[in-house]
């Protein structure tokens, strides 16, 4: 079992920065890909970031790339991710989810990751 818990959200202006942790639980952090999700009133839960359990390869949205920035440190079993020039349409629930590397699947899709944060919220202001 992973748990994951989410921090580092907040109220931010447009333009803002903002770094959020992810901090897992349990054994053999260093096998997992770990990917961000977000969540906005009304909407469905949509992909952001994500990252290999190497740390080798990264995938973005196209409303990510070039702002947001995913990283990991094994040693803390922390994943992070920057999020710079935000905007009001980034205002969300941010979620962290893992999954076993050797399970597969598309770093894309919310059914390719097993563990699940509770979510910290992020609102952008203009």
């Known amino acids: 079992q992973v748990q994951l818990v989410e921090s580092g959200g907040g109220l931010v202006q447009a333009g803002g920065s903002l770094r959020l942790s992810c901090a897992a639980s349990?054994?053999?952090?260093?096998?997992?890909?770990m990917g961000w999700f977000r969540q906005a009133p009304g909407k469905e839960r949509e992909f952001v970031a994500a990252?290999?359990?190497?740390?080798?390869?990264?995938f973005y949205t196209d409303a990510g790339k070039g702002r947001f920035t995913i990283s990991r440190d094994n040693a803390k079993n922390t994943v992070y991710l920057q999020m710079n020039n935000l905007k009001p349409e980034d205002t969300a629930v941010y979620y962290c989810?893992?999954?076993?590397?050797?399970?597969?699947?598309?770093?894309?899709?919310?059914?390719?990751?097993?563990?699940w944060g509770q979510g910290t919220q992020v609102t952008v202001s203009s």
């Open positions: 349990g054994r053999n952090f260093r096998n997992y890909r």
């Open positions: 990252m290999s359990w190497s740390g080798a390869s990264t």
């Open positions: 989810a893992s999954r076993f590397e050797t399970l597969g699947g598309s770093y894309y899709l919310r059914a390719n990751y097993d563990y």
